[in-house]
C-alpha cells in the first residue's frame, strides 16, 4: 500500500508541475497572439483598417488576461482547464481548441496506436524465436533491422512515398481520406471507412518499420538472458518439451522489461507521429502541432501540450502499478 501511495503522490506533484509549465512556458515565448490574428484578419480585408468592434472581439477573446496579474491568469487557467475549456484557436478562428484536438485525436490513435501494437508484436514474437535460436542464421535478421531503424525517419517516408505512390500507384499520396471522394468530409459508412484504411497504410508501415527494430532487438538480448536462468535451466532438466519452455518459461520472463516500454509508447501515442503525419499531410495531431507552431496559434499549441502530457503521464502511472503488481520487487524497491 505504501509503494502504490508514493507512486500516486508523486505523479500528482508531477501533473501539478506539467500543467504549470504548461501555463509558463507559452507566455515567455515571443509574439502576441492578439497581433497575428489582427494581421491575418487584414490581409483577408485587403489591407484595410478593421473596425474598433472587430479589435475589441479579438482583444477580448485572446488578450483578455493581459490587465490581469500572473497569479490571477494562473488560477483563471486552471478554472477554465477543470471546465474543458482550451481556449480559442487563432489560426482558425472562433473554433475552441477542444474541437480542433478531438477532431484530430482519432486519426492519430487509430494510426500510431494500431501502428506501436503491430511493431511491439512482431518485435517481440520475432525477438522470442531468434533469442531461442541464437547462434544461428536467424541472427542475421537483427543487422537488416536495426538498420531499418536507423534510416532517417522522414527519408524513410518520402522513399515508401516516391516508390509505393508515385511509381508504382499502389496507395495514395497524402490525406487520411479520399478528399475527391468524400468533399463533404468523414462520414460514417463502410465506403469511408475502406478510404481511410487505404490512405493509413503508408504511414502505418513507415511507423513499424522504423520502430520494429527496437522491439526486436530488446527481446533477442533478454531472451538469450533468460535462457541461462535456473528456472530454465531447471524446466530443460525435467524433460518438459522445447515449446512449452520458450514460451512459457523464457519468453514469458523475458517479455516483462519491454512491457514497461511499450507502456510509455502507449502513452506517447497521443503524440502522434510528427514527421510521419507532415509527410503524408495525416489529419492528426502531429501535424496540427506543426500548423500551430508555423501560425504561432498559442492557445492551439498549449492545448496539444496539455494532451499529450496527460496522456504520457496516465500511460506511465498505469504501467508503474502494473509492473509492480506483477513483480512484488518493484514494490518493495519503490
Do not use: C
Request: charged share 10%.
Amino acid at each position: 500500500m505504501n509503494f502504490y501511495v508514493r507512486r500516486i503522490g508523486f505523479y500528482l506533484i508531477t501533473l501539478w508541475a506539467a500543467i504549470s509549465l504548461n501555463f509558463f512556458l507559452p507566455r515567455m515565448l515571443p509574439g502576441d497572439p492578439v497581433a497575428v490574428m489582427l494581421g491575418k484578419l487584414r490581409r483577408a480585408n485587403g489591407g484595410r483598417p478593421l473596425s474598433e468592434e472587430t479589435i475589441a472581439t479579438i482583444t477580448s477573446i485572446l488578450g483578455a488576461e493581459k490587465d490581469t496579474t500572473m497569479w490571477d491568469q494562473y488560477l483563471a487557467y486552471w478554472g477554465r482547464m477543470l471546465q474543458g475549456d482550451l481556449g480559442v484557436s487563432s489560426t482558425r478562428y472562433p473554433v475552441p481548441v477542444s474541437e480542433l484536438i478531438a477532431g484530430a485525436l482519432p486519426w492519430t490513435v487509430v494510426l500510431v496506436g494500431v501502428a506501436t501494437i503491430l511493431s511491439f508484436v512482431i518485435g517481440i514474437a520475432a525477438g522470442a524465436w531468434i533469442g531461442w535460436r541464437r547462434g544461428t542464421w536467424v541472427d542475421h535478421i537483427v543487422p537488416a533491422t536495426t538498420f531499418l531503424q536507423s534510416i532517417p525517419y522522414f527519408w524513410l517516408a518520402l522513399v515508401l512515398v516516391a516508390v509505393l505512390s508515385v511509381q508504382l500507384g499502389l496507395l495514395p499520396v497524402f490525406g487520411g481520406y479520399s478528399v475527391f471522394e468524400f468533399p463533404g468530409g468523414p462520414e460514417l459508412s463502410w465506403s469511408f471507412l475502406g478510404s481511410a484504411v487505404v490512405h493509413a497504410i503508408l504511414p502505418a508501415v513507415t511507423i513499424v518499420v522504423s520502430s520494429v527494430g527496437g522491439w526486436l532487438l530488446g527481446m533477442r538480448n533478454m531472451m538469450v538472458q533468460t535462457m541461462s536462468e535456473d528456472y530454465v535451466v531447471t524446466a530443460e532438466a525435467k524433460g518438459l518439451t522445447p515449446s512449452r519452455i520458450r514460451a512459457r518459461y523464457a519468453a514469458r520472463n523475458a517479455a516483462i522489461p519491454s512491457l514497461a516500454g511499450f507502456g510509455i509508447a502507449l502513452g506517447f501515442v497521443v503524440a502522434g507521429s510528427i514527421v510521419t503525419e507532415q509527410v503524408f499531410s495525416y489529419p492528426g495531431i502531429g501535424k496540427l502541432m506543426i500548423q500551430a507552431v508555423q501560425g504561432l496559434d498559442y492557445a492551439l499549441m498549449q492545448g496539444v501540450f496539455l494532451v499529450i502530457t496527460l496522456t504520457v503521464l496516465a500511460a506511465n502511472f498505469v504501467m508503474e502499478l502494473i509492473y509492480g503488481f506483477i513483480d512484488p520487487r518493484v514494490r518493495h524497491r519503490g
